[in-house]
T-cell receptor, first 117, second 114 residues
């Protein structure tokens, strides 16, 4: 079974609209972390936001927020007021406790977001 | 700080050749990682290291070797390159003292094996 599932291969959104990128995860650990990374066409991986499994509040970073629903094992990324520069691939990733954080991240296959003017 | 640096940026190898991808970080991070990203896919973990002298296999280690003689450097060795190793390779580092273990990524090395 996939550990990270991103069900939207591609999305088109009008500029200034809010957009939600879906991510579901599978783990038996009680302690884990969820990340979102942005990969523009230039190829670098840019960290956006982090949510720990014990965090009671949803994480927010500027225009990015993470809608964390633990019982549903869902960690959706919400981008408010989208901009043309938000066009990129977006990856959801998970760190599980089993390796004490050292084992590396497990990534989903990504969502290609295109913002239209 | 330069962060995580990788060399080379691009490389074309012939089948059966060998090469080393270099990775260095200047943030004094104890954890380092190598990932590969195949076209249209997410990243997959090849090897990781929790400190100098300590390395372990990730999800896709076959065909690769690593070493970590210093905190700063974590080279990835490809022996007997195969077309299946055509990919973009990312090195990353993180600090075990941080809450999130956020990983900082290098710019990547695009490798083609023909």
């Amino acid at each position: 079974a996939q550990k990270i599932t991103q069900t939207q291969p591609g999305m088109f959104v009008q500029e200034k609209e809010a957009v939600t990128l879906d991510c579901t995860y599978d783990t038996s650990d009680q302690s884990y972390g969820l990340f979102w990374y942005k990969q523009p066409s230039s190829g670098e991986m840019i960290f956006l936001i982090y949510q720990g499994s014990y965090d009671e509040q949803n994480a927010t970073e500027g225009r990015y927020s993470l809608n964390f629903q633990k019982a549903r094992k869902s960690a959706n990324l919400v981008i408010s007021a989208s901009q043309l520069g938000d066009s990129a691939m977006y990856f959801c990733a998970m760190r599980e406790k089993s390796g004490g954080g050292a084992d590396g991240l497990t990534f989903g296959k990504g969502t290609h977001l295109i913002i239209q003017p | 700080n330069a962060g995580v640096t990788q060399t080379p940026k691009f490389r074309i190898l012939k089948i059966g050749q060998s090469m080393t991808l270099q990775c260095a970080q200047d943030m004094n991070h104890n954890y380092m990682y190598w990932y590969r990203q195949d076209p249209g896919m997410g990243l997959k973990l090849i090897y990781y290291s929790v400190g100098a002298g300590i390395t372990d296999k990730g999800e896709v280690p076959n065909g690769y070797n690593v070493s970590r003689s210093t905190t700063e450097d974590f080279p990835l060795r490809l022996e007997l390159a195969a077309p299946s190793q055509t990919s973009v390779y990312f090195c990353a580092s993180s600090y075990s003292g941080s809450v999130s273990y956020e990983q900082y990524f290098g710019p990547g090395t695009r490798l083609t094996v023909t």
